[in-house]
Nanobody, 115 residues
Framework: QGQLVDSGGGLVQPGGSLRLTCAAS????????MGWYRQAPGNQRELVAR???????NYSDSVKGRFTISRDNDKNTVFLQMNSLKPEDTAVYYC?????????WGQGTQVTVAS
């Protein structure tokens, strides 16, 4: 319970797209919220996008209008569709599940935006 496996990262050119996938080992509804964070070298981990159990979403200002978080309830999966990628989006992206006072993390997937 609470295990998350994220995938889908890779190398993409500026302006390109990627879709990240977070697969949960249990129903995603055990979590109060699920989201994606990222961490670039030398930086703190920061929130990218988040979806509550009820479906409300919030995004960091830097990705609004470009990234979309969604979920497939039947497959216990959360996605992050990333469009119009920029070099500054380069980071390791982590899936997160928050339940009560605990945070659960995926292992991280590298996203590199470069020409």
């Amino acid at each position: 319970q609470g295990q998350l496996v994220d995938s889908g990262g890779g190398l993409v050119q500026p302006g390109g797209s990627l879709r990240l996938t977070c697969a949960a080992s249990s129903s995603i509804f055990i979590f109060d919220a699920m989201g994606w964070y990222r961490q670039a070298p030398g930086n703190q981990r920061e929130l990218v996008a988040r979806m509550s159990r009820g479906g409300s979403t919030n995004y960091s200002d830097s990705v609004k209008g470009r990234f979309t978080i969604s979920r497939d309830n039947d497959k216990n999966t959360v996605f992050l569709q990333m469009n119009s990628l920029k070099p500054e989006d380069t980071a390791v992206y982590y899936c997160n599940g928050h339940r009560l006072w605990n945070d659960y993390w995926g292992q991280g997937t590298q996203v590199t935006v470069a020409s």
